[in-house]
C-alpha cells in the first residue's frame, strides 16, 4: 500500500517538473525504492530548489538559498529549517554512495515548507480551543502540576488573546469536566472556517524536557505515535499543508518565547487528529514531570508566555495563508526565523486535489 501510494506521488511530482521546470530537468528527478518505500536522492532535491551546500553543524549536512538554511542527518528522521526541527515520517538513507529522502517527505513536508503560498480562498473565522484531558482525567501528573489544570489554565489565556484580535473562539470545556476524544473532534468538525489547537503537557524521564508539536501523519506513513490500531490503512485528511502551516507558525514562536528545547514538529496519529476535518495541531508545552519545566508550566507568567506563543502562531498562520486580518490585528503577523505558510504550495495543491482519503 505504501509503495502504491507513493508511485501515485511520484507521478504527481512528474507532473509538476513539467509545469514548473525545463523539459531537461525531468530527467534528473532519479528514484528509487528502499525497503518498499520510494525515495529521491537529495542532490537532486538541492539543485531543484537551487540549494548550495552551507557549514553544518552537530554532524548535519546544511545546504540553503537567501535566509534559508535546510539541515539534515544522514540515517535520522531530523529536518530543520533554520534550527527549528521537523520530525520526517522516514528517515534519510544511503543509496549507492548518495543521500535519499523518501518521496511521501518530499512531497507532504520539504515542499510545502520550503515553497508556501498565500491562499485567498482559505477562511479563517474560528478558533477551536481543546484543553485536553478534564474530570476524573487529570493527564500527567507530578509533584509540580497536573496536566488537566495547566492545559485548562494556557487556554483561558489563549481565549481572551484571541477573541482581542477579533477570533470567535469554541472551548472544547472551559472548567474541570471531561469529554470524550471523539466529543472534542465533534465539536470542531461542527464549526466551519475554523482551526483546531488542543493543548497539552508532557510527562517522561525526569530529566525530559522541551516544547513539540503534532499533527496527523500522512496516508501512506506509519507513526510511533499511534492510539490507534488503525496504521498504513488510516488516510491523511484534505488538511495536510494547513497541518504544517498551522503547526510551523505555532511551534516557532512558542521555541522562539521560551527558549525552550525544540522537540519538534512531529506527525502523529491521536485520536484527536484522525478524524478531524479541520487543520489542527496538538501542542505539547512542556514536561510537568521534570523539576525546572514542571515548576514553570504550573505559573501563570509562563502560560502567558505559551498563550502569547500560540496566538502570534495562529495570527501569523491567518495573515499568511488565509484572508488577511484587519490592519490592527495584522501587526502582530511578523515573519519569524522561518517562513510559516506551507499552505498551497504548487505540489501541495496537485495533492490535495488528487488524494482526497
Known amino acids: 500500500m505504501i509503495s502504491r501510494f507513493c508511485h501515485i506521488l511520484l507521478l504527481l511530482l512528474a507532473m509538476l517538473l513539467c509545469m514548473v521546470q525545463p523539459a531537461e530537468a525531468q530527467e534528473k528527478w532519479r528514484t528509487s525504492s528502499i525497503e518498499g518505500v520510494d ?68 512531497l507532504k513536508l520539504v515542499d510545502p515548507v520550503l515553497r508556501p503560498r498565500y491562499n485567498p480562498n482559505n477562511k479563517l473565522r474560528t478558533i477551536v480551543i481543546d484543553p485536553g484531558h478534564g474530570g476524573h482525567d487529570a493527564g500527567a501528573v507530578s509533584a509540580y502540576a497536573r496536566e488537566k489544570d495547566c492545559n485548562l489554565a494556557v487556554a483561558l489565556k489563549l481565549r481572551r488573546l484571541l477573541q482581542k484580535k477579533g477570533f470567535r473562539v469554541v472551548m472544547t470545556r472551559d472548567s474541570d469536566y471531561f469529554l470524550t476524544l471523539q466529543q472534542r473532534v465533534d465539536i470542531a468538525n461542527r464549526c466551519p472556517d475554523s482551526i483546531f489547537v488542543s493543548i497539552h503537557h508532557n510527562s517522561g524521564r525526569r530529566a525530559a524536557d522541551g516544547i513539540e508539536t503534532f499533527t496527523l501523519a500522512p496516508h501512506g506513513t506509519t507513526s510511533p505515535f499511534a492510539r490507534t490500531r488503525r496504521h498504513e490503512d488510516l488516510a491523511g485528511n484534505n488538511q495536510d499543508s494547513e497541518n504544517i502551516a498551522l503547526a510551523t507558525a505555532v511551534h516557532s514562536r512558542a521555541i522562539l518565547s521560551t527558549k525552550a528545547t525544540d522537540r519538534g514538529i512531529q506527525r502523529a496519529r491521536f485520536s484527536v487528529l484522525c478524524t478531524i476535518r479541520r487543520p489542527a495541531i496538538l501542542f505539547e508545552g512542556g514536561f510537568v514531570s521534570n523539576p525546572q519545566e514542571g515548576r514553570l508550566i504550573s505559573s501563570p507568567h509562563y502560560q502567558n508566555k505559551l498563550a502569547e506563543s500560540i496566538c502570534e502562531g495562529i495570527v501569523s498562520y491567518h495573515a499568511t495563508v488565509c484572508q488577511p486580518l484587519p490592519a490592527k490585528a495584522s501587526k502582530m503577523a511578523t515573519p519569524g526565523k522561518v517562513r510559516t505558510s506551507v499552505s498551497g504550495s504548487r505540489l501541495g495543491s496537485i495533492l490535495n486535489r488528487s488524494n482526497t482519503k
Open 39 to 106: 525515495y529521491v536522492r537529495l542532490d537532486d532535491v538541492w539543485k531543484f530548489y537551487r540549494f548550495t551546500p552551507r557549514e553544518g553543524k552537530d554532524g548535519c549536512l546544511s545546504y540553503g538559498a537567501g535566509k534559508r538554511t535546510i539541515s539534515i542527518r544522514p540515517g535520522r528522521q531530523d529536518f530543520y529549517v533554520n534550527n527549528f526541527r521537523y520530525v520526517l515520517s522516514y528517515p534519510v538513507r544511503m543509496l549507492g554512495g548518495e543521500l535519499m529522502i523518501s518521496a511521501v517527505d518530499m
